[in-house]
């Protein structure tokens, strides 16, 4: 019975349904209730759905909370949907007004919904077919477009997101890609069972609806082909020049524009003027070469992750693996399935917690329900974004709890019990190996690992876990400190990437001579707003310092950065306005706050790729993304010096 006391008859007549009704139960079963309740109800305005009680509910021992519906709730929820299903019913491409979204958030979120959850979730539902897409205020004419040429760097995510927006604008661009193709990270890092570890549905363009993912965590080969359908798509291929990289950017004061010089493939190079450049280079876009003594003495196979050779078959070989971060965890258990012997190297231990669903395919089912129950797919998205919004107190310290003996917060502690406890589960039966595999930091100082059966690798007899530091390698393997030597006939490099190093090694000359080097020598790389540098007019750097957002997906957070450098050129075209650059005291009182910010952050507290060579955590943004949000949800003018 439910808490209106109607009796529940959902799972009742299962054997004399027919094979459509029995799909469609089976699809119904499997969904989100709370965001099909809100589809439902957006396609038949049924009160009872509305009237159902939603109720934030802890979930993962109180480290994170959802919206969810009573068990009772859920079971007429599934008769009614069903019953609707059954009657064929027909979308309506209507779009809600904001008033009625509004009110129909509120039903999902069971109480007032603020203006950033409104604003940022609106994006998030995609009724619209640009959901984040910049128009004209007053549109310019052709030949006020044609005098602006956009040179974009990558054709990552980010490049690719900011092509659509020209392309929708009529703005010439050329995109500059180094690599031989399309999807940035996702062309290059194919090492065995790289994937997502975030959910795909919320690792999507809004632009693009309803893909249909295979994988609830897409593998690499998804991505890849996913970023490829999405430049097909949108024909933006021809606008493209593959195997050329960005050495050079020049800023010329007198005729407001980039002089850019273009290094192909062949070793050739041209040059390459534009009035506006977006650097979407991406955070992940030069690997870390270990300085390890010896390195280069080896005479087996070495590579790095982002250099897989796919023509070696590791199968039955010595393997010795370095780095455990989150490619370095994600590697192991393919590994370790075929590899003789495999043994990894550990600098220090990571907190590697579960991900429900990780390695589960989106069933047929459930793609069924996203192409025929008008809305669902929109609401399911929604209710992703709408869970990962929820971190109040899991990022920063809660000085009140820490002088009661806590280590950060309520909340941070309470995850990091959950992954111990997981730990245990997992490993405690070999308190050999458990000692090894618990952090003294906290949880989500450093990213999170999502356990990709790298504790279950470890427990298998071919796999070693090597906790003892390196002190070379040889030409057979490698030496650790104790004095062991192993053998191997492959040595995989799991380092990361250059992080830090903002925009390098392009070399960016701004206005005065000045390099964004010399700009940055002080302490590494800083950005307003994570975006613009003072006397480097008409560059936006998209995915830049201290941009990345403590919650929301990256995608929506590449298309929003987008946006921004968008509407920026936008205002110059439409208001022949030929450059735009931060003001000085705008960057220095940004930066004052976010150290300020920063020191009530636990991102300082672990050496990781979050922080810099100055030991200044330089790539998570300090503020809640609420904030962040409406700060670069429009470009304030008033922040910039126009000429
Ligand atoms: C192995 C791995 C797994 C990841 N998993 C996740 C995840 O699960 N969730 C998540 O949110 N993020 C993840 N990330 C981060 C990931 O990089 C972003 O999600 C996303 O791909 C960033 O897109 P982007 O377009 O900004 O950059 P990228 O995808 O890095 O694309 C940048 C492009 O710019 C090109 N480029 C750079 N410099 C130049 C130059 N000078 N000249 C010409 N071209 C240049 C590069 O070749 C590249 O194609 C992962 C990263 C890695 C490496």
Redesign the pocket.
């Known amino acids: 019975m439910n808490t209106h006391g109607e009796v529940a008859t959902f799972e009742t007549d299962q054997a004399s349904c027919d094979g459509r009704e029995r799909l469609i139960r089976a699809a119904v079963e499997k969904a989100h209730p709370n965001a099909l309740r809100v589809a439902l109800y957006q396609a038949t305005a049924d009160p009872a759905l509305a009237a159902m009680p939603a109720e934030r509910k802890p979930f993962w021992g109180g480290t994170y909370y959802q919206v969810m519906l009573a068990d009772g709730d859920v079971e007429v929820l599934r008769r009614k949907a069903l019953d609707y299903l059954l009657s064929n019913p027909a979308a309506t491409n209507e779009l809600p007004s904001d008033v009625v979204l509004r009110r129909y958030m509120e039903i999902f979120n069971g109480g007032v919904v603020d203006d950033f959850t409104f604003a940022m979730g609106k994006e998030e539902l995609s009724f619209e077919d640009f959901p984040r897409g910049v128009d004209w205020e007053s549109e310019p004419s052709q030949n006020a477009k044609a005098a602006f040429h956009v040179i974009i760097?990558?054709?990552?995510?980010?490049?690719l997101a900011a092509a659509v927006q020209l392309d929708r604008l009529g703005v010439p661009y050329t995109v500059?890609?180094?690599?031989a193709g399309v999807?940035?990270?996702?062309?290059?890092?194919d090492y065995p069972d790289?994937r997502?570890?975030?959910v795909s549905h919320n690792?999507q363009l809004s632009f693009m609806r309803n893909y249909p993912w295979q994988h609830y965590f897409a593998t690499q080969p998804e991505l890849k082909a996913y970023f490829q359908m999405i430049a097909e798509t949108y024909d933006l291929l021809d606008r493209i020049r593959f195997n050329?990289?960005?050495?050079e950017a020049q800023w010329d004061e007198e005729t407001a524009s980039w002089h850019t010089r273009l290094r192909h493939a062949d070793g050739t190079e041209q040059t390459l003027v534009g009035q506006v450049l977006i650097s979407?280079?991406?955070?992940?876009?030069q690997p870390n070469l270990p300085d390890i003594a010896g390195i280069e003495s080896f005479k087996g196979r070495i590579f790095h992750?982002t250099a897989w050779d796919h023509s070696y078959n590791p199968a039955g070989k010595r393997v010795g693996l370095i780095g455990v971060g989150?490619?370095g965890a994600q590697l192991v258990p393919a590994l370790a399935r075929s590899a003789a012997a495999l043994s990894v190297f550990q600098r220090s231990p990571q907190w590697v917690g579960k991900r429900d669903g990780y390695r589960d395919r989106v069933d047929a089912e459930v793609q069924w329900l996203f192409d025929n129950m008008p809305y669902y797919w929109n609401w399911y998205c929604f209710a992703l974004f709408h869970t990962m919004f929820d971190i109040e107190g899991l990022q920063t310290y809660d000085r009140a709890w820490q002088a009661a003996g806590g280590f950060v917060s309520e909340r941070n502690d309470l995850l990091r019990e959950n992954l111990k406890e997981y730990v245990g589960a997992k490993v405690g039966h070999r308190p050999d190996l458990a000692r090894h595999l618990i952090p003294d930091f906290p949880p989500l100082a450093k990213r999170l690992i999502a356990d990709n059966g790298w504790y279950d690798a470890l427990l298998r007899p071919n796999v070693e876990l090597v906790t003892e530091g390196i002190e070379r390698i040889t030409p057979s393997g490698i030496l650790t400190r104790d004095g062991c030597h192993r053998d191997f006939d492959l040595i995989v490099l799991c380092a990361g990437?250059r992080t830090n190093a903002y925009l390098w090694p392009?070399r960016y000359e701004g206005r005065n001579d000045q390099t964004l080097e010399q700009a940055w020598e002080k302490d590494g790389a800083r950005a307003y707003l994570g975006m613009t540098v003072p006397n480097f007019p008409n560059l936006f750097i998209?995915?830049g310092p201290n941009a990345q957002a403590r919650a929301g997906?990256?995608?929506a957070w590449?298309e929003i950065w987008v946006r921004y450098a968008v509407k920026s050129i936008a205002m110059m075209i439409e208001n022949g306005v030929r450059s735009m650059d931060c003001r000085p005291e705008i960057y220095e009182d940004y930066n004052k706050r976010l150290d300020h910010t920063l020191e009530e952050c636990i991102w300082g507290g672990a050496k990781s790729y979050y922080v810099n060579e100055h030991g200044r955590q330089n790539t998570n943004m300090p503020w809640h993304p609420r904030d962040y949000y409406n700060w670069v949800r429009k470009p304030n003018f008033d922040d910039y010096r126009l000429r």
């Open positions: 760097i990558g054709a990552g995510a980010a490049g500059v890609e180094r690599n999807g940035g990270t996702w062309w290059t890092n790289s997502v570890d975030i690792y050329t990289e960005l050495v979407a280079a991406g955070l992940f876009n992750t989150s490619t990437f392009v998209v995915y997906g990256l995608m590449l």
